[in-house]
C-alpha cells in the first residue's frame, strides 16, 4: 500500500494554508458579540493581545515542524516523549478542532447566500432547538461539502491552488472595503472606547474578547499537517516563516476589520441591532453594491476556511492510520493523486452528516474546538521542552515554556467554572462524546500495531 503524499506545495501555499484556515466568517456574522463584550477599543485589544500571546505556540510550532515535518504534527511531537495513548489522544483532541469546523462551513454557506439573496430562503424541512433548517440551505452545504471533497481527492495542487486564490481574493476584497471604510468613517461612532466604563470595566472588556481569541486564530498550526507535501527542495525555514506570517497577518485582520467595521458605523447600534459587518457597511454608505463585496470577501474566506480544515483534518486522520493508533485503512493513498482517499471520504461524510443539524448542535461542538486547540497546543509545546531537554539554547527553552503556559491558560479559562464563559452542561457533554468516540477507535485499532510507521519525510 502506498504511504507517501504528493510534493508539490511551496511557501506561499503554506501561508495560505495557515491564513487560510485561521479566518473564517467570523468577521462578519458575530462582530456584534466582539463589540458587545469589548467596545472597539476592547475588542481590538483583546486581538492584539491575543495575537501576541498566541506568537510563542506558533513559534514553537515552528521549531517543530522544522525539525520534526510529519503530517501527524501533534502525534508525531508526542510520540516521541508519551506513551502511545497520550499520543492518539493529542492528534485526537487536535482532529476535532479541525473536523468541527468543516461541517459548521457547510452550514454558514447556506446563511451567507440568505444574507446576499434573501429569497433563497424557501422550503423548510424540519427544525432543531428552534431553528428551522431550509432545503436550499442544507442543499447549498452539500453541495459545498461534495465540491470541497472533490478538489482534495483530485490533489494537494488543486487544494493548493484554491487556497491561494481564494486568501489573496479575500485580502484585495478587504483591503478595498476597509480603505472606502476608513476614508468615509466619524471618529464619534468609536465611542465609548470600551462596552464597560472605568479603569477596571475597561479591563474586564479586553479580557471578555481575550478569551475568544483562540478560536477564532486557530489554524495558524495546520502548515504542520502539510508538512509532508511540500516541493523537492523546499527550505524547512520557510515553514516557521510561514507560521509566523499567518499569525502576524491573521492578528492585524481581526484588529481592521473591527476598527473599520466600528468607525463607520455607531458600534452600540450594531450591538443591539445585532448587525453584521455588510450591513454595516451598507448603510454607511447607502449601496447595496458594497454590502455584496464585503459577502463575495465573506464567501471566499469561508471556501479557504473551509478547504484548509479539510485539508488538516484528512492529514491528521491518515498519520493517526498510518501509526495504527485506529484503523489503518485510513493511511490508505490514491496512487495516481497522492491523496489520502479513505480519510478524504472519512471527513465528507461526517461533514455531510453534521450540515442536516444546522447551526444549534454545532455550537456546543465549535466552543469545544477552542479547548481542543489548546490541549494541542499544550501537549507540543511540553513535547517540544522534553525532547531538546537542556541541550536546547536558552531563547528556545523560554520560548517553549512561555507556549505552554499560554496554552494552559487557555484550558484553564475553559474549564474552571469560575471564569466567565467557561464550559457548562452542553460543551461537557460534546467534549465526553468525542472523548468515547476517540476510545472506541483506540479499541478498533490493529491490535499487533506497536511501533510507529515513518512518516515520508523520514523514509527519503
Not at 502506498?2 to 468577521?27: C, D, H, K, P
Not at 495546520?222 to 502576524?248: C, L, W, Y
Not at 464550559?423 to 476517540?438: D, R
Request: aromatic share 12%.
Amino acid at each position: 500500500m502506498q504511504t507517501a503524499l504528493r510534493r508539490t506545495l511551496s511557501g506561499v501555499e503554506y501561508f495560505t494554508f495557515g491564513f487560510g484556515t485561521m479566518i473564517g466568517v467570523g468577521w462578519l456574522v458575530v462582530i456584534h458579540d466582539w463589540l458587545s463584550r469589548g467596545g472597539p477599543a476592547g475588542a481590538m485589544l483583546g486581538f492584539l493581545i491575543g495575537g501576541i500571546l498566541l506568537l510563542p505556540v506558533a513559534l514553537t510550532y515552528g521549531r517543530l515542524v522544522r525539525e520534526i515535518p510529519d503530517a501527524g504534527a501533534e502525534v508525531a511531537y508526542t510520540e516521541r516523549v508519551f506513551p502511545r495513548f497520550w499520543s492518539f489522544g493529542a492528534g485526537w483532541v487536535m482532529l476535532l478542532a479541525y473536523a468541527i469546523v468543516c461541517p459548521w462551513e457547510a452550514v454558514a454557506i447556506g446563511n451567507l447566500l440568505a444574507r446576499a439573496f434573501p429569497s433563497t430562503d424557501r422550503f423548510p424541512v424540519y427544525e432543531i432547538s428552534g431553528q428551522t433548517i431550509y432545503a436550499t440551505r442544507l442543499a447549498a452545504g452539500l453541495a459545498l461539502t461534495a465540491a470541497i471533497a472533490w478538489v482534495n481527492y483530485r490533489g494537494i495542487k488543486p487544494s493548493g491552488l484554491l487556497q491561494d486564490v481564494t486568501t489573496f481574493g479575500l485580502i484585495i476584497a478587504f483591503a478595498v472595503f476597509t480603505a472606502l471604510g476608513f476614508g468615509r468613517g466619524e471618529v464619534v461612532n468609536l465611542e465609548p472606547p470600551f462596552a464597560r466604563p472605568g479603569g477596571v470595566g475597561a479591563l474586564v472588556s479586553i479580557v471578555l474578547v481575550l478569551q475568544i481569541v483562540p478560536y477564532f486564530m486557530t489554524g495558524f498550526e495546520s502548515v504542520a499537517k502539510a508538512s509532508e507535501e511540500a516541493k523537492p527542495g523546499f527550505d524547512p525555514g520557510n515553514f516557521a516563516r510561514a507560521i509566523a506570517a499567518a499569525i502576524v497577518a491573521g492578528g492585524v485582520f481581526y484588529v481592521l476589520i473591527i476598527g473599520v467595521v466600528s468607525y463607520i458605523y455607531p458600534w452600540r447600534e450594531i450591538v443591539a441591532q445585532r448587525v453584521g459587518t455588510e450591513l454595516a457597511f451598507e448603510r454607511a454608505f447607502g449601496s447595496r453594491a458594497m454590502a455584496q463585496l464585503i459577502l463575495l470577501g465573506a464567501i471566499l474566506s469561508l471556501f479557504k476556511v473551509f478547504n484548509g480544515n479539510f485539508v488538516a483534518a484528512t492529514r491528521l486522520a491518515f498519520a493517526l492510520g498510518r501509526r495504527g493508533l485506529v484503523h489503518t485503512s485510513l493511511a490508505r493513498v490514491d496512487e495516481r493523486r497522492g491523496t489520502p482517499a479513505v480519510a478524504i471520504c472519512l471527513l465528507a461524510a461526517i461533514t455531510a452528516a453534521g450540515a442536516f443539524f444546522g447551526d444549534a448542535l454545532l455550537v456546543p461542538f465549535s466552543e469545544v474546538g477552542a479547548l481542543a486547540s489548546a490541549l494541542g497546543w499544550l501537549a507540543s509545546c511540553i513535547a517540544f521542552l522534553l525532547l531538546g531537554g537542556n541541550h536546547r539554547p536558552a531563547r528556545q527553552r523560554i520560548l517553549g515554556i512561555s507556549g505552554a503556559a499560554v496554552a494552559a491558560g487557555i484550558v484553564l479559562m475553559k474549564v474552571v467554572p469560575a471564569v466567565p464563559g467557561s464550559f457548562g452542561a452542553p460543551e461537557w457533554a460534546a467534549f465526553a462524546g468525542w472523548c468515547l468516540l476517540g476510545w472506541a477507535f483506540w479499541l478498533a485499532r490493529p491490535k499487533s500495531s506497536g511501533t510507529r510507521v515513518p512518516a515520508a519525510a523520514e523514509l527519503a
